[in-house]
């Protein structure tokens, strides 16, 4: 994949000015910014994989001698949040979901401490906002977390109040579009005016179900693969040029 290619037909000859060009259009008219939490913004689990707090989910529900809700792809699946809505699907808004979506929120929460930042986010996120567009995280993480990292960073003013994450209801996490939706009617947002950034195809869907324009931040080619399958047309590998773009443009919020 080329640096930061806009679209999976660019080829490497393609000149960063017509990269750049791609990115213009992509954000131009746009008003309201919305990101995904762990991909566009930091890696909430780089100091332990999310892979181990899957298996520690199975594990913990093994102790209960409830392993046998799981299938045994869903036994080996290296994302939590799969697992978590497996279950739900099976007991939805019962005492053990509840209990389980707490402990993946404790999870969270002391993964925090060691979350790296994307590279380039802080000072898009930074220019962004100064430059009039309205930004809110639509994330299927719980916003506790959410907000205790963006503190952390200097970054929550950007944003607040418009953190919508994890309610206890997880039949309405992407690529349901409920956070999305709840964010452009808490910001009176129109959909075509807003972009939204994400790293996984249910990004993607949630943004399309929504009627919101999409960008897909792929930090390797598998995530540009699994993005490019689900639909999405405008890819990034990096925010880097997208925050020249915004700086040049001088952003401002969409009438």
Not at 13 to 19: G, L, P, Q, R
Not at 82 to 105: I, K
Not at 174 to 203: F, N, W, Y
Request: hydrophobic share 40%; charged share 30%; glycine share 6%.
């Amino acid at each position: 994949m080329t640096s930061d290619s806009t679209q999976s037909d660019v080829t490497p000859t393609e000149s960063a000015t017509d990269e750049t060009e791609r990115l213009r259009n992509v954000v131009a008219s746009i008003g309201y910014v919305l990101f995904d939490f762990d991909g566009p913004i930091c890696r909430l689990f780089a100091g332990r994989p999310a892979a181990d707090v899957a298996r520690d989910l199975v594990r913990w529900l093994k102790e209960r001698g409830l392993r046998g809700l799981l299938t045994a792809e869903e036994k080996e699946e290296p994302d939590p949040y799969v697992v978590l809505r497996a279950v739900d699907r099976r007991h939805p808004r019962s005492d053990l979901v509840a209990e389980l979506e707490q402990w993946l929120t404790r999870q969270e929460l002391n993964a925090v401490a060691t979350a790296m930042p994307t590279a380039y986010v802080d000072p898009l996120i930074r220019t962004w906002s100064a430059t009039g567009a309205r930004l809110a995280v639509t994330t299927n993480n719980a916003p506790c977390a959410v907000g205790r990292y963006l503190e952390r960073r200097g970054t929550l003013d950007c944003f607040a109040p418009h953190i919508y994450g994890r309610t206890q209801d997880l039949s309405l996490l992407k690529p349901h579009p409920d956070c999305v939706e709840r964010a452009l009617r808490a910001m009176g947002a129109k959909p075509r005016a807003t972009l939204m950034i994400g790293d996984a195809p249910s990004d993607y869907v949630a943004a399309e179900r929504a009627g919101v324009r999409f960008l897909g931040y792929a930090r390797n080619e598998r995530k540009a693969r699994l993005l490019r399958e689900a639909g999405a047309e405008h890819l990034v590998d990096s925010l880097e040029r997208l925050s020249r773009v915004v700086y040049a443009m001088g952003h401002t919020k969409a009438p």
